[in-house]
């Protein structure tokens, strides 16, 4: 896809993390549709714990 991001498949395959301004945007790529948004979680948060969490469901 376009834009900035950051590779985050150790996590969970094909994870993507973009950011914007105080935010950090999770997401995962599909073939001929937009990405599809996992989380955005402000800068301040436990963002690992939050983005687990979030994953297991």
């Given at each position: 896809?376009?834009?900035?991001?950051?590779?985050?498949?150790?996590?969970?395959?094909?994870?993507?993390?973009?950011?914007?301004?105080?935010?950090?945007?999770?997401?995962?790529?599909?073939?001929?549709?937009?990405?599809l948004i996992v989380a955005i979680f402000h800068e301040?948060?436990?963002?690992?714990?939050?983005?687990?969490?979030?994953?297991?469901?």
């Amino acid at each position: 896809g376009r834009g900035v991001f950051k590779d985050m498949s150790a996590l969970f395959p094909a994870l993507r993390m973009g950011r914007y301004e105080h935010h950090y945007v999770f997401c995962l790529p599909r073939e001929g549709a937009p990405a599809l948004i996992v989380a955005i979680f402000h800068e301040r948060m436990d963002l690992m714990t939050r983005l687990v969490d979030r994953l297991k469901e």
